[in-house]
């Protein structure tokens, strides 16, 4: 999906590699964001919130923030239940 939407191979590799240097800085605002909301269950640092209002509305981080918190949430549900990841 990330390619049909203009993701570039480059871009795909960086982020396997959590390597946000292929993005414009809003993007590698939100990407370090969502990684650091991930492992600590919500509790972001205060340099990655004010990394990401740097670049985004009010409006915005609420919304990225519930994208990621939403994902999350799929990906616990999956584990607990042992749900084969799909491709």
């Given at each position: 999906?990330?390619?049909?939407?203009?993701?570039?191979?480059?871009?795909?590799?960086?982020?396997?590699?959590?390597?946000?240097?292929?993005?414009?800085?809003?993007?590698?605002?939100?990407?370090?964001?969502?990684?650091?909301?991930?492992?600590?269950?919500?509790?972001?640092?205060?340099?990655?919130?004010?990394?990401?209002?740097?670049?985004?509305?009010?409006?915005q981080v609420v919304e990225i923030t519930a994208v990621v918190a939403l994902f999350n949430y799929f990906n616990r549900f999956a584990e607990a239940l042992a749900i084969p990841v799909?491709?």
């Amino acid at each position: 999906m990330a390619r049909r939407l203009g993701a570039t191979a480059e871009q795909l590799a960086a982020l396997a590699r959590s390597d946000y240097s292929e993005f414009e800085p809003a993007w590698r605002a939100a990407l370090a964001y969502a990684d650091s909301i991930t492992p600590t269950r919500g509790r972001v640092e205060d340099a990655a919130f004010a990394a990401l209002a740097e670049h985004w509305t009010a409006s915005q981080v609420v919304e990225i923030t519930a994208v990621v918190a939403l994902f999350n949430y799929f990906n616990r549900f999956a584990e607990a239940l042992a749900i084969p990841v799909t491709r």
